[in-house]
């Protein structure tokens, strides 16, 4: 059987066979097989990075550390900056399905001075800042700790600026050539947190039912029926 072409040991060059259009000329086959290749690429690149989260998942304590810290907190805040803020968001979603006072720092709605003019040692901040790290997020964030509030902090490195102020730290891997962390990493361990967060909270069960109940009644989501 013919062996085709290795890029690498992770990527195979695909054959004209493989990628033959017809009437498609040969700079299109070459741009397509090369989109191929980038894909092949890509995808691998994410298994690893994938793979090495669930093993940092599994050996880091933090993350059952933060998840007690939030759940003891009476008020819990959540912001991030940027591409952060999408995460932010997400971790926000989950808390609130289990978690009664969860708020999210938009900068429109809630804004930064609205928590700090009022600032409680009961409270928790979970900020999410990755590089290239955003003053707004840390100009927020360090009078909050310095004001007694409880800093959780998620970032992807250890020497990250707001990792002095932070109670409890989760760092995420980065990709091998310095690129950001996967997305999908970012998501698997936020959707852990999330969850050792609201397993561990008293009430969360009432409130997961009591908010379908809710959702039914008010008729959220489209009907599976017809």
Same mark, same amino acid.
Do not use: Q
């Given at each position: 059987m013919r062996r085709r072409p290795r890029v690498n040991d992770d990527t195979?060059?695909?054959?004209?066979?493989?990628?033959?259009?017809?009437?498609?000329?040969?700079?299109q086959r070459l741009e397509r097989r090369s989109a191929?290749?980038?894909?092949?690429?890509?995808?691998?690149q994410e298994r690893k990075q994938f793979e090495e989260s669930l093993a940092s998942a599994k050996a880091d304590g933090a993350l059952e550390r933060a998840a007690a810290l939030i759940?003891?907190?009476?008020?819990?805040?959540l912001i991030g900056a940027s591409k952060s803020f999408?995460?932010?968001?997400?971790?926000?979603?989950d808390l609130s399905y289990g978690l009664a006072n969860v708020t999210l720092i938009d900068g429109t709605i809630v804004r930064p001075l609205d928590v700090l003019s009022d600032v409680r040692t009961s409270d928790v901040m979970i900020a999410v800042s990755l590089q290239r790290y955003r003053k707004y997020t840390i100009d927020s964030v360090v009078p909050?700790?310095? %004001? /007694?509030?409880?800093? $959780?902090?998620?970032?992807d490195a250890p020497d990250a600026p707001l990792t002095p102020y932070a109670d409890e730290t989760i760092v995420l891997g980065r990709a091998e050539d310095g690129h950001p962390s996967s997305s999908i990493g970012i998501a698997l361990t936020l959707h852990v947190l999330a969850t050792l967060t609201t397993a561990s909270a008293?009430? %969360? /069960?009432?409130?997961? $039912?009591?908010?379908?109940?809710l959702a039914e009644t008010l008729g959220v989501y489209v009907s599976d029926e017809g």
């Open positions: 195979l060059f695909l054959t004209d066979e493989d990628t033959a259009v017809p009437g498609e000329r040969p700079e191929s290749v980038l894909k092949h690429r890509l995808l691998e759940v003891s907190a009476r008020r819990r805040f999408t995460y932010a968001s997400l971790l926000a979603a909050f700790a310095e %004001a /007694g509030g409880s800093l $959780v902090l998620i970032t008293k009430g %969360a /069960g009432r409130r997961a $039912v009591e908010r379908e109940r």
